[in-house]
């Protein structure tokens, strides 16, 4: 039986946004000049304004959260546990078979091959006894690879050179532009003045929804017509955040350009925009992953990491039916700290990621 180990307020909500819908594809558009020539539209669309969430800020990791984390390894840790004590029934110590069987196990629990093999690693070094002394072991292993290295996250006006300026990325249909809404609350409750930049301009949808989200926060928005240039209203944006004296930039972007390469050459130039208007710009590049797409986020991962040197990750959607195996994979194999984990629809579900507390819900 295979176990899955893993699996304030704004004073200018003049142009606002959104709460996310399903993304839809996109093709590739004509190449349209790098610098910006046209207004940035104000004018928000016709539609009744969303409940408005509590002003009260929660703690960065409420018991609600914390239960709806357990909740959603439920059948992680119920799996992990039975197959864990099936191991040791006999009474004796593993045998190079139970150590084959559980490699195994990791393996299918989206740990990945390479990251399994060198948890065997391990535990070869390590003679273990019984069930409670391989749980703690593999405890103390998992935490030692979601430990990442982390840069401190600037959010001082005073130390950054104009407002910080977030990049975000991710493949359509992941939650983007939620966790965009997510994020822009929760600075909005600190008392950050926060800009939300539609540059996914291939989707009127993502831009409604983005507007949405603007609306429901009290943030700022800032978009152009569809199928504008996405480096234009990039420009625009900074320059509109500069004026208005914006803390937060939170910029989304397109998820599919027809090609990887076309979608990759795009961000690109995206974030040439954003350093020609501030050198030390973007402070962030976050990466949202769906938790439930397995090892194809390692894939999305990789392809993100290597063209727009991500520097946070958001994972989303992990709730009972993501193996939480891809948290330690993902971790470890890029070595990119885990920023935000999101459990679900509200807009408290989305909390930053706490390594010891992750632990202490999946065993």
């Known amino acids: 039986m295979a176990f899955n180990i893993f699996k304030k307020k704004s004073k200018q909500p003049k142009e606002t946004s959104a709460e996310a819908g399903k993304e839809d594809d996109v093709s590739l558009i004509p190449d349209r000049p790098e610098e910006p020539t046209e207004e940035a539209e104000t004018e928000t669309p016709d539609m009744p304004l969303p409940e408005t969430p509590s002003s009260d ?54 740990i990945g091959v390479k990251t399994a093999m060198e948890i065997m690693d391990r535990l070869s070094s390590t003679k273990i006894t019984d069930a409670d002394h391989l749980r703690t072991s ?12 982390r840069e401190p996250v600037v959010e001082d006006p005073d130390l950054v050179s104009g407002p910080r300026i977030i990049l975000v990325v991710g493949v359509n249909g992941v939650g983007k532009t ?100 501030n050198s030390d710009a973007p402070h962030e590049v976050l990466l949202v992953l ?5 090892q194809n986020a390692l894939s999305q991962a990789e392809m993100f990491v290597q ?21 330690v994979n993902l971790c470890h194999t890029f070595n990119v700290p885990l920023r935000y984990i999101g459990v679900g629809e509200q807009i408290t579900d989305l909390q930053p990621f706490e390594p010891e507390e992750f632990i202490d819900a999946l065993f």
């Open 57 to 110: 800020p929660p703690p960065s990791s409420t018991p609600g959260f914390y239960q709806r984390l357990r909740n959603g390894l439920t059948k992680t840790r119920k799996l992990l546990t039975t197959d864990i004590d099936e191991l040791f029934s006999s009474g004796k110590q593993l045998s190079p078979d139970d150590l084959d069987e559980l490699e195994e196990r990791l393996i299918t629990a989206d």
């Open 138 to 149: 593999l405890k103390d292993i998992f935490l030692s690879y979601l430990e990442t290295e």
């Open 178 to 277: 939620t966790t965009i809404g997510k994020l822009a609350a929760r600075y909005v409750r600190d008392g950050k003045k926060v800009m939300l930049v539609a540059a996914d301009t291939f989707r009127a949808a993502a831009m409604e929804q983005l507007e949405i989200w603007a609306q429901r926060t009290g943030a700022d928005f800032i978009k152009h017509r569809e199928n504008a240039d996405p480096a234009a209203v990039v420009f625009d944006g900074i320059e509109a955040a500069r004026a208005r004296g914006i803390d937060i930039v939170l910029i989304d972007t397109a998820g599919r350009l027809h090609t990887k390469v076309n979608l990759m050459e795009e961000l690109k130039k995206v974030k040439r925009t954003i350093t020609k208007k």
């Open 290 to 294: 769906d938790a439930t797409t397995g």
């Open 307 to 327: 063209a727009t040197g991500v520097t946070a990750i958001a994972l989303t959607k992990l709730d009972g039916t993501a193996k939480g195996g891809i948290v």
